[in-house]
């Protein structure tokens, strides 16, 4: 071999674009749990589910929301008890009365109602955190995320609503 140290620097570059090239955004950390189903607010929005961890007595659930719609002024988490809530596998349900403790969707956190521009192509991630889980708890069997697009000129989506179902940890 003439040049045995840029075969090695070829070797090396070759490795790292297949090592990137084999991991997918949808690709999750071991141990960050599993859904079995989603079903979005609207076709136009791609949901996809990032993980949830359990620490302690909290869970934190995080996905995605990719516009492939028009730009939207405001995409709102609606977060009254009533539109989004947890539910385990045992049946208690978590809401902003009882667990969640934060969410956050793009840069605004907090329980109460939020809203974020989402521009077309662009997209957005969302981070809930329950508190209080059972240790004997294992997953949600339902989580139902109030979500629409709440502008004035905002295209309509066809429901008001994201559901995963069976969410583990």
């Known amino acids: 071999m003439k040049h045995p140290i840029k075969v ?3 070797f090396a570059i070759v490795s790292l674009v297949a090592l990137l090239t084999s ?3 949808d690709d999750a950390p071991e141990g960050s749990g599993s859904c079995g189903s989603i079903s979005s607010c609207d076709s136009r929005y791609d949901v996809k589910f990032v993980g949830c961890n359990r620490k302690s007595d909290k869970v934190v659930m995080t996905y995605t ?3 492939n719609g028009e730009s939207v002024d405001q995409l709102k988490l609606w977060q009254h008890t009533t539109y989004t809530y947890f539910t385990t596998d ?3 349900t978590f809401n902003k009365e009882r667990g969640l ?3 956050k969707i793009g ?3 907090g329980i109460g109602d939020l809203s974020v521009a989402v521009g077309k192509g662009k997209s957005v991630t969302v981070t809930h955190t329950i508190s209080g889980i059972p240790s004997s708890v294992k997953k949600f069997s339902t989580v139902r995320i109030g979500l629409y697009n709440y502008g004035t000129y905002d295209w309509k989506c066809s429901s008001e609503r994201i559901l995963f179902y069976d969410v583990t940890w």
């Open 90 to 92: 045992d049946g208690q």
């Open 8 to 10: 090695m620097r070829l």
């Open 107 to 109: 840069k605004e956190s």
């Open 65 to 67: 929301i990719t516009n």
């Open 101 to 103: 403790i934060n969410s």
């Open 23 to 25: 991991c997918s955004s």
